[in-house]
């Protein structure tokens, strides 16, 4: 890590520490997490779901909006109040303040999310010797780090993009959901629903999860699809630099 990307990931990361609108988030992600987690168990748990799916299902669906909270100031917040044109000025990498704004708001999706174990170990302490070990958790948890690193790369390249923050956000969630039925359409149609899920691919992916499976091409595309959205989001800050 050098000392431009060292830099920038200290200032972005500490300064969250002080944003009230990032504890709105947090506030707001746990909210519905922990909401959804108890209807589904109450709904669902014993008839097709295991707890594992629940917890896993409640953590990501509302993860998207969360990462587009958190994401949508990078650059867009930095447009709107006039000290994106600065740092632009500045004889700098733009791609190393890119990663460091990005592993900045990977670390606080990720601190985020782990605020989501609260309901899991309520449930634990209630249950006692019923419950499932907190270890079966390990593989929705990888699965979970694998969708904030594509989620947030995608949120960092639309507030680059964005002149204002909510519009960063609502296009945060647009592309990420347009992708999301492009990928299924794909996975249906043209590799014959054999690659993943014939209906939905990241509902297979959370089944494999919660049963302690990872597959290779999960790790894959993820971490692929995140390196990918990070170039273009460089792509576009040095493009429009001249």
């Known amino acids: 890590m050098n000392a431009i990307l060292r830099t920038v990931f200290f200032r972005e990361f500490f300064s969250s520490l002080y944003s009230r609108s990032r504890y709105v988030t947090f506030a707001l992600f746990h909210s519905l997490s922990g909401a959804l987690f108890c209807t589904a168990l109450q709904l669902a748990e014993g008839k097709f779901w295991t707890i594992q799916t629940i917890w896993t299902?409640?953590?990501?669906?509302?993860?998207?909006?969360?990462?587009?909270?958190?994401?949508?100031?990078v650059f867009a917040g930095e447009r709107s109040t006039g000290t994106y044109e600065p740092l632009k000025m500045l004889p700098i990498p733009l791609g190393d303040v890119a990663i460091?704004?990005?592993?900045a708001s990977f670390i606080s999706v990720t601190v985020c999310m782990a605020g989501s174990l609260v309901p899991w170990f309520v449930l634990c302490h209630v249950l006692k010797d019923r419950a499932p070990s907190t270890a079966s958790l390990a593989g929705p948890a990888v699965l979970l780090l694998?969708?904030?690193?594509?989620?947030?790369a995608l949120g960092i390249f639309s507030s680059?993009?964005?002149?204002?923050?909510?519009?960063?956000?609502?296009?945060t969630l647009v592309m990420g959901?347009?992708?999301?039925?492009?990928?299924?359409a794909i996975s249906h149609f043209w590799l014959g629903g054999?690659?993943?899920?014939?209906?939905?691919?990241?509902?297979?992916?959370?089944?494999?999860?919660?049963?302690?499976?990872?597959?290779?091409?999960?790790?894959?595309?993820?971490?692929?699809?995140?390196?990918?959205a990070l170039f273009a989001t460089i792509r576009t800050l040095e493009a429009n630099r001249t």
């Open 57 to 73: 299902l409640a953590v990501a669906l509302p993860l998207p909006i969360a990462v587009s909270l958190v994401t949508m100031p």
């Open 100 to 103: 460091g704004k990005f592993i």
């Open 146 to 152: 694998l969708h904030a690193f594509s989620w947030t």
């Open 160 to 171: 680059s993009v964005a002149r204002h923050p909510w519009v960063a956000a609502a296009g």
């Open 177 to 184: 959901l347009g992708l999301m039925m492009l990928w299924s």
């Open 194 to 228: 054999n690659w993943l899920s014939a209906s939905f691919p990241i509902l297979e992916e959370i089944l494999d999860a919660s049963g302690g499976h990872i597959r290779l091409h999960t790790v894959v595309f993820h971490i692929g699809f995140g390196i990918l």
